[in-house]
């Protein structure tokens, strides 16, 4: 399990800091170099196809390190 985290943990895409929902995001918009708030109305557009978007917000919430390097999905199994 500690190769996948660190895999994960190499990702160029990082949950960045003061996101509105888990920084995701942010840490998009961070990695590309577009505004966030274009990123944040593409996600709200894609939630008009809630069978495809919601699971896969919660994964990349589940999945997406932060800044830091803490991962939720680790956490999670730690306790």
Request: proline fraction near 6%; charged fraction near 15%.
């Amino acid at each position: 399990m500690q190769t996948f985290y660190r895999i994960l943990r190499s990702s160029p895409i990082k949950r960045a800091p003061g996101g509105i929902l888990g920084g995701i995001a942010s840490g998009i918009a961070r990695q590309t170099g577009w505004r966030v708030s274009y990123v944040r109305i593409g996600m709200l557009l894609s939630f008009l196809l809630p069978f495809i978007s919601l699971p896969l917000y919660a994964v990349l919430w589940l999945l997406l390190p932060k800044t830091d390097g803490t991962i939720a999905l680790e956490e999670i199994l730690k306790r």
